[in-house]
Each structure stands twice: as structure tokens, then as C-alpha cells.
């Protein structure tokens, strides 16, 4: 997973190992392999700190979107997903939480500062601590998987659509979360502008293979890991999109943003088989989850609404059940 070139990480900045590492400093004794169980649920907080504050965000994103049955499915979905709980307890799994709560924080964040350009005030002012919270999430995307640049665009192109008569002040609000995150990655370098410099020279942002879209194997391989990620999508995931495809009703932005980020980090995956495609499905998956909570939440206000609440509880309570069910023989391996 490294360059050839002075040791520089080819996918992630020092950032993603100083937010693993930082909890140890803590630690007042020396970091031996025979106390790792005293001390080895150090290394594991950032990520559980990441997961906690992953779900807070998905719920109140989708809450605010779909009001509060549209919450509630997307975190049970969330809490109930073997990929979230294994990247949460870093079991078998690369420290990856980060990278998805910084592309969600990212993407929503910079929505939310689109909607609010209409207000009467000095909006680059006002709107400091979404910059903030913006270059935050940026940063956090970039340094713990720098092929998560593409969400820099993907912010950019939601906020001008938002606010096409805001475009300036948009662009200006975009800029400086943007600094702020760079200034973030610069600080992760030790601010060594010369390491810095080097290690975007040896990142490797895009390494898209376009023969893999060619083979139905990569297709296979996301398919499968986006199963066994969230067995609940098999069933969940094809339903709201033949109803978002067939019924005009859900077809409005509040559903197109998270399925078009989502099918975008998916498609991405497909073109990178290897490293970082894993990467990419797992980021997918919380934009997934909002995507089905959001289809279902409408559904919900239709006649029809027992026979999908009863789906819906249905498929929740299976996987909630399954998983339950599988940690259960974790602990008697």
C-alpha cells in the first residue's frame, strides 16, 4: 500500500495514522505486546468515537430530510450493519470510519450551507462554523483515503445547484472549507511543507483500471462485499429503487443526492478492484442507508402504509436478529 519513493503512504496522509494513534499518548506505561489487552482498546476509540459520531450524523440527516420514521430506519440500518459494527471494533477491518463520516459530514454540510444563502445576512461571516465543520470533514475524508478528493467536486457541484443565484457567495463558502482542510492536512505533515508537497506528489488519487468495468467479476466482487456489508440492501436497496424509478413522488433531491453519491462511490469501487475499492463501498453504504429511508419514508404516507411498515419492520428485524445472532457465535468461538 505504499509508494516506492521515501516510505509516503500512497492512499492514506499521516492524518489516518495520528487519529489511531493519538489515544496512546495516554497510556502511562511503555506499549508492550504482553499488556495489548490492557491498553489495545486505546488504539480502538478513535474508531468508536468515529462510528458514534457516523450515526448521530446519519440519523439527524435523515430525520431532518424524512422527519423521524425516516431517522429510525436509517439507524437501524446503520447499527445493525455487520461492516459498520466490524470497522467499528476494528475487527478484521482497516480503520475506515472516519473516511465515511468525513465524505457524509462533506456532502451534508455543504447542502446545509447551500440552503442557507438565502438569508439576509453576511453569509461567508455567518457561516463560519459550517466552513469549519466543512474543512473538518473534507480533511478527515482526504487524509484517511486521499481518493476521497472526488467529494471536493461533488460538494462544489451540490451547492451551485442549490443556490444558482448565490453561485458567488457559494464558491467563496467552498473555498474557504477548502483551505481549511488543506490547512488540516498541512498540520498532519508537521506543517513540513516540503512532506506535504511530496506525499500529494506520491498519493495515488485516481487509480481507475477501465478494464475492470469490462469484467463481470468486479461487478460480482462489489455486489457480493455490499451484501455482506448490509444484508438488509439485498432486499431493501433493489425495492427503493424500482419505487424511485416507477413513482414520481420520491423523485425529488432530497432522494437524488444520496443515491447519486452513492452510485458514484459504487461505480468508483467497480473501476478499483483493489485498493482503495473496498474503500469506496464501505464510504457508499451511509449514503445507501439514507437513500432507503428516504424511499421508505414516503412510501409510508401512501394507503399502502401497514403493508410497508410491515415490510419494512420485517427486513430490520431479520438482520438485526441475524447479526445478533452472529456476534452471539463470535463469543462462543
Not at 457480493?224 to 413513482?247: D, E, M, N, R
Amino acid at each position: 500500500e505504499f509508494s516506492n519513493a521515501g516510505g509516503y503512504d500512497a492512499y492514506h496522509s499521516p492524518l489516518w495514522y495520528l487519529t489511531a494513534s493519538a489515544p496512546l499518548l495516554l497510556w502511562p506505561r511503555p506499549l508492550q505486546r504482553e499488556s495489548m489487552s490492557d491498553w489495545g482498546w486505546l488504539a480502538r476509540a478513535p474508531d468508536l468515537v468515529f462510528g458514534l459520531l457516523l450515526g448521530a450524523s446519519l440519523w439527524y440527516v435523515s430525520r431532518r430530510l424524512y422527519g423521524n420514521m425516516g431517522g429510525y430506519i436509517a439507524l437501524t440500518l446503520y447499527c445493525f450493519s455487520p461492516a459498520i459494527l466490524r470497522a467499528s471494533a476494528l475487527w478484521f477491518a482497516q480503520p475506515e470510519m472516519g473516511a465515511a463520516w468525513g465524505a457524509l459530514g462533506a456532502i451534508f454540510t455543504a447542502i446545509a450551507v447551500a440552503h442557507t444563502l438565502y438569508a439576509p445576512r453576511e453569509v461567508v461571516v455567518w457561516n463560519w462554523r459550517r466552513i469549519a465543520l466543512l474543512g473538518l470533514s473534507l480533511a478527515l475524508a482526504i487524509g484517511s483515503q486521499f481518493s476521497l478528493l472526488i467529494v471536493v467536486p461533488v460538494a462544489l457541484a451540490f451547492m451551485l445547484y442549490l443556490a444558482p443565484t448565490r453561485r458567488g457567495a457559494a464558491v467563496a463558502i467552498w473555498a474557504a472549507g477548502c483551505a481549511f482542510g488543506c490547512l488540516l492536512l498541512v498540520a498532519s505533515y508537521s506543517f513540513h511543507a516540503g512532506a506535504f508537497l511530496e506525499g500529494m506528489r506520491q498519493a495515488h488519487f485516481f487509480g481507475i483500471s477501465w478494464r475492470a468495468f469490462g469484467m463481470r467479476v468486479a461487478y460480482r466482487q462489489v455486489l457480493a462485499q455490499l451484501v455482506a456489508s448490509s444484508p438488509a440492501l439485498a432486499v431493501a436497496a433493489p425495492a427503493a429503487l424500482i419505487a424511485y424509478l416507477a413513482w414520481p413522488r420520491v423523485r425529488y433531491f432530497g432522494n437524488h443526492a444520496p443515491l447519486l453519491v452513492a452510485a458514484l462511490f459504487l461505480f468508483l469501487a467497480v473501476g478499483t478492484p483493489h485498493q482503495p475499492g473496498l474503500g469506496f463501498e464501505f464510504v457508499a453504504l451511509p449514503f445507501l442507508f439514507v437513500f432507503v429511508a428516504g424511499v421508505s419514508a414516503d412510501l409510508l404516507e401512501t394507503r399502502h402504509r401497514s403493508l410497508v411498515m410491515g415490510c419494512i419492520w420485517g427486513v430490520l428485524m431479520a438482520q438485526s436478529i441475524w447479526n445478533l445472532w452472529e456476534l452471539a457465535g463470535i463469543g462462543r468461538g
